[in-house]
């Protein structure tokens, strides 16, 4: 089975770390270790998130005037190599693999509408608002956000079939791509690595879209008492369940979007779920399954 993990940036860096090389190392191989049994097994294409390293050299480079400060694409290449280095080493590490990372760059409208209201939140937690461009991120703390537009077109996606033909696992579209524009110049932006996952499983016609995230699955009343995880959904409850506001901004939502436009254009199958409960959720036991 051809199937795209998307793997959250917070799957790297857990809650309390730094982020130092150290942790995301081992998280990085703890993660391929929970995966193991569907990378050995299956054609992968692995995503991944980069809100939390992103966010963080955005504040490396506040910090001093001694070297010149970078746009946001340029850091969102600069975690592509980052990311992609930790899991590169851990599939050598914990499977039979071999893998290569693939600088992706990722073509979006600039007049997206994003531009004028950001919403995707990077780097660390904030217990209080001391920055204006900071929200509440899904009650977890305060986060500065940035625009995030939808991604329309993947420049490398020629690149990942062949290299998935030859047996290696792609690790592509990294951090949801480098964001340009259609001449090929950079913008300022964080793509949501859900939706540019969904984009790549489209452009290489995967049968699967597995997000794993840092809760077990789609709920609803999510962080209420009488929060429910929800098994299965149609595309149309799941779209019911977001246009009822069910989902959070930057956090839920983009990831039902994602399921949605995967199986509107010929996914047979989106799951929602955790690290911890991947082998289950593939087993059809635990998680959240979207069909058509």
Not at 95 to 112: F, G, H, N, P, Y
């Amino acid at each position: 089975m051809r199937i795209v993990i998307a793997l959250g940036g917070n799957a790297l860096i857990k809650k309390g770390q730094k982020g130092t090389e150290e942790e995301q190392m081992k998280t990085a191989e703890e993660a391929v270790f929970a995966l193991r049994e569907i990378i050995e097994n299956n054609e992968i294409v692995i995503t991944h998130g980069n809100g939390p390293q992103v966010g963080n050299l955005l504040i490396q480079q506040s910090a001093t005037e001694e070297v010149p400060s970078m746009p946001l694409d340029v850091l969102d290449s600069m975690t592509q190599g980052e990311i992609g280095y930790f899991i590169q080493r851990a599939v050598m590490r914990k499977t039979t693999r071999k893998s290569v990372t693939l600088v992706t760059r990722v073509v979006v409208d600039e007049d997206d509408p994003a531009f004028r209201n950001p919403t995707k939140p990077i780097g660390p937690f904030y217990k209080e608002k001391i920055k204006p461009n900071m929200i509440m991120d899904a009650g977890r703390g305060y986060r500065v956000v940035v625009p995030s537009p939808i991604p329309l077109k993947v420049l490398e996606r020629k690149a990942i079939l062949p290299l998935l033909q030859f047996g290696l696992v792609v690790i592509a579209g990294g951090g949801g791509g480098i964001p340009i524009k259609s001449d090929g110049t950079g913008v300022e932006a964080v793509i949501d690595k859900d939706r540019c996952a969904s984009l790549v499983g489209r452009e290489v016609d995967a049968e699967l879209l597995l997000i794993v995230t840092a809760v077990p699955g789609v709920y609803k009343n999510f962080g209420k008492e009488n929060q429910e995880l929800l098994s299965k959904l149609t595309i149309r409850e799941a779209r019911e369940l977001m246009e009822a506001g069910e989902f959070a901004e930057g956090s839920m939502k983009p990831k039902i979007e994602a399921a949605i436009y995967f199986l509107r254009h010929g996914g047979m199958k989106t799951i929602i779920c955790g690290l911890e409960n991947a082998k289950e959720a593939m087993e059809g036991k635990s998680g959240t399954v979207i069909t058509p």
